[in-house]
């Protein structure tokens, strides 16, 4: 009889690229030149791992969780691994493998960059989550984002994500992995840190920023101007004070675009321009109390008769919504379109 | 192309009666040849089911042989089990002419006779029927562990390929020296 690892090449790139992508992970397993034949392979050969959404974040103790998983009924998978720098050992729900002198963080950057080799379809989400504050200063985790950039590096191509989620307690780590995604992918990114203050003057000069459709920032964006959010659909970002010019900027934009949805502008210093936006868009109609009063204004659409943008300004932040021309209360004014 | 051949136990008897329009169609007679396996014993094929190898078809599209010629001359693929061939033979008479279907299931499950058959499929060149063979092994592979593959499919481990290695150069080491000293006991 003949043995598998006696087939020739062609028959084992047919059958590697005719199996799912967890038995070509398992035939790696199998001996060294396995091993060695499936990571010689052009990428092209092997087959999509169809996975929709790759996580991999700081978590506990010194330990790294990598998860990847397909939530869709029909094709359903998640695999979670746990990597403990303290154990030195790589578990999955059924089994621990130790380690023995491997770094681990190089272990988990590896499985990684090895399982992007079968990504072909795009992926729905990738979450990136580093928060190492609380690890001891020599702990080896500190270095997950600068191995994961380097790794990216060496793909030589960039990862199709369609949603890009981080999570740092640096900010110069956003940039470690932003410039690595696919611009023509990414529809969504979303940035988070426990650094309160973020520059993103690097981050906003990407091509991923300015492809992107959707962006969302939980800090303080330090070095921001309207023209780098004008052309989200949807956008929540706090800057440190806007201006009445700032915001009639964004308004001409928001009423000249066709796809803008829903958006949130916040300032962290009290907006004291009311009167220069009176001035520009005529009277608003005023709510809520006079210690936090909420203006509202609306606005015609460049493209569309029925929808109205309804322009909320508060203390610390700005709406702006689009609705329907008939949920527009009684009595409001809508300021018909204007360019200018 | 006209089926009328199934191959050669299948054909239907032709009737000699009164030519009817149908046996009259065929234009080109289809030409047949002949291929024996280690067993030795000939099938008879045609080009039609044939064209399926891409090895054979390369071996006949220029010959020109006449069916004595054809007759005299089998294709020998010394290489290749009996049984293994039958098998080869009998899906290129099924699929004849015909477009193959997305899934085979009739291909062997005894792990023995479907890796044969891919070694004769690959070394014949029959594309389609590789993949479907392939695709059977993936299906083998499927949800098994490291140990079980290796198990099944009779692979060894590392280690014990680094021993067999060793082993195998001890031996080779082994014979290398005896040839020296025969040499150097014939330059005695």
Redesign the interface.
């Known amino acids: ?5 006696e ?2 090449e ?2 084992l790139e ?2 590697i ?4 992508f ?2 070509v992970l ?2 790696r ?5 396995f091993l060695n034949f499936i990571d010689d392979l052009n990428d092209s050969k092997l087959p999509d791992s169809k996975i929709e959404e790759i996580s991999i974040n700081t978590d506990g103790p010194e330990n790294i969780c990598l998860v990847y998983e397909n939530l869709d009924p029909d094709l359903f998978f998640r695999h979670e691994f746990i990597y403990s720098v303290r154990k030195n050992s790589r578990s999955t729900y059924l089994k621990t493998t130790h380690l023995e002198n491997t770094n681990i963080v190089d272990v988990a950057v590896r499985d990684l960059e090895l399982i992007l080799k079968f990504q072909k379809c795009n992926l729905e989400r990738l979450c990136l989550s580093f928060f190492t504050f609380r690890l001891p200063n020599n702990s080896s985790v500190h270095t997950l984002a600068i191995k994961l950039c380097d790794m990216f590096k060496e793909l030589n191509r960039t990862i199709k994500t369609k949603n890009l989620t981080i999570q740092m307690d640096d900010q110069s780590k956003f940039m470690l992995i932003i410039p690595f995604i696919d611009s023509d992918t990414l529809e969504d990114i979303y940035l988070r840190s426990i650094v309160k203050k973020v520059n993103i003057n690097r981050i906003v000069k990407t091509e991923q920023w300015k492809k992107a459709d959707k962006v969302q920032c939980d800090f303080f964006a330090l070095n921001m101007n309207v023209e780098d959010i004008f052309h989200f659909s949807q956008f929540t970002i706090t800057t440190f004070s806007i201006s009445a010019k700032e915001l009639d900027f964004l308004r001409k934009a928001i009423t000249s675009s066709s796809n803008f949805y829903s958006s949130r502008l916040g300032n962290e210093f009290i907006f004291n321009e009311s009167k220069e936006l009176s001035n520009l868009w005529g009277p608003a109609i005023v709510s809520g109390n006079s210690y936090s009063p909420k203006r509202t204004w609306y606005f015609g659409m460049k493209n569309s008769k029925e929808k109205v943008l309804e322009l909320i300004s508060k203390n610390f932040c700005s709406r702006f919504e689009i609705i329907k021309l008939e949920d527009v209360p009684n009595g409001a004014i809508v300021n018909e379109y204007n360019e200018n | 192309m006209s089926s009328t051949e199934q191959g050669t136990s299948s054909a239907a008897p032709a009737e000699p009666t009164t030519a009817p329009e149908s046996a009259a169609a065929p234009e080109v007679p289809e030409s047949f040849y002949y291929v024996h396996g280690k067993d030795k014993v000939v099938h008879k094929v045609s080009a039609g089911a044939l064209q399926h190898s891409a090895l054979i078809h390369g071996m006949i599209s220029n010959l020109g042989y006449t069916e004595e010629q054809a007759k005299a001359n089998p294709f020998p693929f010394e290489n290749i089990d009996g049984d293994i061939l039958q098998m080869v033979v009998d899906w290129c008479n099924q699929h004849k002419g015909k477009p193959t279907p997305p899934e085979d299931t009739n291909l062997p499950k005894q ?2 006779k479907l ?2 058959l ?2 004769a499929v ?1 070394y014949l060149e029959i594309k389609e029927l ?2 479907y063979c ?2 059977q ?2 299906m083998m ?6 140990e079980e ?2 198990e099944i ?6 280690a014990e ?1 680094e021993a067999a290695e060793k082993e195998a150069k001890k031996r080779a080491g082994k014979e290398a020296a005896g040839e020296t000293a025969a040499a150097a006991g014939d330059a005695k």
């Open positions: 009889m003949s043995s598998l690892s087939m020739p062609l028959v047919n059958i690229r005719l199996s799912d967890r038995s398992t035939l397993q199998v001996c060294r030149d | 792990k023995e890796f044969d891919v070694l690959n590789l993949t392939c695709k092994v993936a592979v499927k949800g098994k562990s490291p593959i290796r499919w009779m692979i060894p481990t590392d390929d």
